[in-house]
């Protein structure tokens, strides 16, 4: 079966400091993957995906970045974390094809400083 | 572009009865997906329930079902029996162009 694995759990920044988030999928290949950021109380909001190594679509401009060095693996960085950083973050899978479910890790709940 | 819209205030459900989330939705294709998920206290987004445009009949998943209404561009959860698991805010989602437009979230919190 498939799974996701998602870390850290829970990350606490200084301003100005770099970041780096990694998500890997298991028992899949070529997988669309997905990053998300939900704001405290809110919906979710779509900051990048990749349909396939290498290919990063940006959805947000800001001074986040991502990156897919293998099939299953996708990173979420940032050179200089800002307060307006602070959020959970979610990445996510699904398989290619018509109408696929996203399957979501659990999650990383970030505080910027 | 997709748009999904979930416009209810939180919602106080009894134990055991049966609660009804919002949705509707804007798109001009012809083919498109919709999806339910949970987000309980804990954060993680669980997978619900599927329903696609050209289904003949509305989705079911244990105690969840979907009422489909396409031409009213609705597809309402429906959560039968509630139990105090149940309690968690509830996304609705459509799909479109690799990925998932999501609605602003029903939050519902079952009594005992």
């Known amino acids: 079966s498939q799974t996701i694995h998602q870390w850290p759990a829970t990350l606490v920044q200084p301003v100005g400091s770099p970041l780096s988030l990694e998500c890997t999928v298991e028992?899949?290949?070529?997988?669309?993957l997905y990053w998300y950021r939900q704001a405290a109380g809110r919906g979710l909001q779509l900051l990048f995906y990749?349909?396939?190594?290498?290919?990063i679509s940006s959805e947000v401009p800001q001074n986040l970045s991502a990156s897919r060095p293998q099939d299953r693996q996708f990173i979420l960085s940032s050179k200089k974390l800002l307060l307006s950083d602070s959020g959970f973050y979610l990445c996510?899978?699904?398989?290619?094809?018509?109408?696929?479910?996203?399957?979501f890790g659990d999650g990383t709940r970030l505080s910027i400083l | 572009a997709q748009k999904i819209t979930q416009t209810q205030p939180g919602m106080f459900v009894q134990e055991k009865e049966a609660v009804t989330l919002d949705c509707t939705y804007d798109?001009?294709?012809?083919?498109?997906?919709l999806f339910w998920y949970k987000q309980p206290s804990s954060g993680e987004m669980i997978f619900l329930i599927y329903?696609?445009?050209?289904?003949?009949q509305n989705a079911t998943e244990g105690r969840y079902s979907l009422n489909f209404q396409k031409a009213r561009k609705s597809a309402n959860l429906v959560i039968s029996a509630s139990q105090l698991g149940d309690s968690a805010m509830y996304f609705c989602?459509?799909?479109?162009?690799?990925?998932?437009?999501f609605g602003k979230g029903n939050q519902v919190v079952v009594i005992p």
């Open positions: 996510a899978w699904r398989s290619t094809g018509l109408n696929q479910p996203q399957h």
């Open positions: 028992g899949t290949s070529n997988p669309n």
């Open positions: 990749s349909v396939g190594i290498g290919q």
């Open positions: 798109t001009s294709d012809p083919s498109y997906g």
């Open positions: 329903q696609g445009s050209y289904d003949q």
């Open positions: 989602a459509m799909d479109g162009n690799n990925r998932l437009a």
